[in-house]
């Protein structure tokens, strides 16, 4: 029986660079946060997700199953521009306080994620080895 990434991780070895990715927007966004015209962009991660999943969003081809595929990654055309609750007056979209509670549900998502595959590859570490170290 052939061992599967896809099967032993599942569906967070792919979400793990989504979340990096997406904590790189909203940081931008939070940097971004005086100046004029800045217009906040995100994406939707359950769709981005999806994609991944189904295989949809896939940019590379693969000559064989057995072949390693691209990590997923966001691109610009996944970006949505956000729109503002309250306006400014300066063009300026980004909302600070809407920006950091995104940023830290989305590191509070990234560092469980985190902790599933750590486990996972620790448990897999130790049938390999048979529980010893």
Do not use: W
Not at 54 to 69: F, I, P
């Amino acid at each position: 029986m052939a061992f599967s990434f896809d099967n032993a991780f599942g569906i967070h070895a792919v979400a793990l660079p989504l979340r990096a990715q997406r904590m790189q927007i909203i940081a931008s966004n939070l940097a971004n946060a005086d100046t004029p015209n800045y217009k906040a962009r995100d994406v939707d991660f359950r769709d981005m997700l999806q994609d991944e999943r189904s295989g949809s969003s896939l940019k590379t081809y693969r000559t064989n199953d057995r072949h390693l595929g691209m990590s997923a990654t966001v691109s610009n055309d996944d970006l949505k521009y956000r729109v503002p609750l309250q306006p400014s007056e300066d063009g300026n979209t980004v909302d600070a306080q809407f920006e950091q509670t995104s940023f830290a549900d989305n590191a509070v998502r990234y560092q469980a994620t985190l902790m599933f595959l750590t486990g996972k590859i620790r448990g897999l570490s130790e049938a390999i080895t048979g529980g010893m170290r």
